[in-house]
């Protein structure tokens, strides 16, 4: 009987560890790297230090994410999310809302080609806390024409950009992270510039 087992439990406690550590430390270099963009990153973005969660039931299975830097606040916000998902995948996550999404969607929208071709999905649900990459929740975005992806940017509630590579790359999780954190904020960073 598998309850009987102990190893694969010990196992698990064992793999989740490892991820809050990977996070640990990725948050503690996104932390050292913030500064880079605190010219153009919204003041209250990073005024909130980093915050790791695990839980046992996204779609009942394990979960870790981190999410640096964050903005949460009634209709608004701004988050990078980096997420681990037991049996699934490694994601990281833009998320942006309301006075945000008004701020940046011009700008985004911009950037097709980049996120085309760097492999990336878009939220089509009205459900931002979905976080699987089922045709529900996400479209690449290499699906998408030009004229799709500005009218998804423009007209959809919240602008949701997402990556994932699968849980066999885990000699890659922190370059994954890593090189998608700086893509992003230097997307913010070109903005501001423009500006």
């Known amino acids: ?93 833009l998320y942006i809302a309301g006075v945000h999404k008004k701020n940046y969607e011009e700008f985004i929208a911009l950037y097709y080609d980049q996120f085309c071709n760097g492999e990336w999905f878009i939220c089509i649900n009205q459900d931002p806390w979905q976080h699987d990459f089922s045709p529900e929740n996400y479209s690449s975005v290499a699906s998408l024409t030009k004229e799709e992806w500005i009218s998804l940017i423009h007209h959809h509630p919240f602008i949701k950009l997402a990556k994932k590579i699968p849980l066999y790359k885990w000699d890659k999780a922190y370059d994954f992270f890593t090189e998608n954190f700086v893509f992003l904020l230097e997307t913010i960073k070109a903005k501001a510039a423009d500006n």
């Open 1 to 93: 009987m598998l309850m009987t087992n102990t190893d694969w439990i010990l196992t698990k406690h064992q793999v989740i560890k490892k991820i809050c550590r990977l996070f640990g430390n990725l948050s503690e270099d996104f932390t050292l790297n913030i500064d880079r963009y605190k010219e153009v990153l919204p003041a209250e973005v990073i005024a909130v230090t980093p915050k790791i969660y695990k839980g046992e039931q996204y779609q009942l299975l394990p979960y870790v994410m981190m999410d640096y830097p964050r903005y949460y606040k009634a209709a608004d916000a701004f988050a990078l999310r980096h997420f681990f998902w037991w049996g699934n995948f490694f994601s990281t996550t």
